[in-house]
Antibody, heavy 123, light 110 residues
Framework: QAQLQQSGPGLVKPSQTLSLTCDISGDSVSSDSAAWNWIRQSPSRGLEWLGRTYYRSKWYNDYAVSVKSRLTINSDTSKNQFSLQLNSVTPEDTAVYYC?????????????WGRGTLVTVSS | QSALTQPASVSGSPGQSITISCTGTSSDVGSYKLVSWYQQHPGKAPKLMIYEDSERPSGVSNRFSGSKSGNTASLTISGLQAEDEADYYCCSYAGSTTVVFGGGTKLTVV
């Protein structure tokens, strides 16, 4: 059974970079059907899809307009993981961050989730 | 894209049926057969309950069903049980490789 295990710091200072990693077991980051997403949840913004990466002979990324200028999602096939880097964070970026899978990249439902990481942006 | 509109709360008694609505637009809910529903218990990650408007993943009780009419999708839970008490979120593909979530509905089983 596939699982996603998240890691990363829970506290980030304003203007710095938020970095999280999601380790995949039971599936492959370079799957030819799945896509790998980051989603966050906060009381003020609710659930918000941030972006995803997937492999179809080459790597593709899709980003939400709201964070596109600050967000990078990368993959590491040797470690079977993908990561999020969100630059220039502000307190508004405080949220629980989830990694999640689309088992079918073009059907846009999230069938597997990590446990979530609470990230607080504060000095 | 604006968030999909859900009622803030619904309630029902054990054994009853409830329906949670999710209203979008012709650019999201009304355009694609790609509405999904998630159940979230406090402190837990969301869990997929319905996908592609009305499909149920393996392992999800058949007490959960999804439907859609125009720009409004609905989640119905029949035979309410105490463990169904949770937050429920709808989600829809919104075109241009993006998705939008609803604001969430708190279900109370009284």
């Amino acid at each position: 059974q596939a699982q996603l295990q998240q890691s990363g710091p829970g506290l980030v200072k304003p203007s710095q970079t938020l970095s999280l990693t999601c380790d995949i077991s039971g599936d492959s980051v370079s799957s030819d059907s799945a896509a790998w997403n980051w989603i966050r949840q906060s009381p003020s913004r609710g659930l918000e899809w941030l972006g995803r990466t997937y492999y179809r002979s080459k790597w593709y990324n899709d980003y939400a307009v709201s964070v596109k200028s600050r967000l990078t999602i990368n993959s590491d096939t040797s470690k079977n993981q993908f990561s999020l880097q969100l630059n220039s964070v502000t307190p508004e970026d405080t949220a629980v961050y989830y990694c999640a899978r689309n088992s079918d990249a073009f059907h846009w439902y999230f069938d597997l989730w990590g446990r979530g990481t609470l990230v607080t942006v504060s000095s | 894209q604006s968030a999909l509109t859900q009622p803030a709360s619904v309630s029902g008694s054990p054994g009853q049926s409830i329906t949670i609505s999710c209203t979008g637009t012709s650019s999201d809910v009304g355009s694609y057969k790609l509405v999904s529903w998630y159940q979230q218990h406090p402190g837990k990650a969301p869990k997929l309950m319905i996908y592609e408007d009305s499909e149920r993943p393996s392992g999800v009780s058949n007490r959960f069903s999804g439907s859609k009419s125009g720009n409004t999708a609905s989640l119905t839970i029949s035979g309410l049980q105490a463990e169904d008490e949770a937050d429920y979120y709808c989600c829809s593909y919104a075109g241009s490789t993006t998705v939008v979530f609803g604001g969430g509905t708190k279900l109370t089983v009284v």
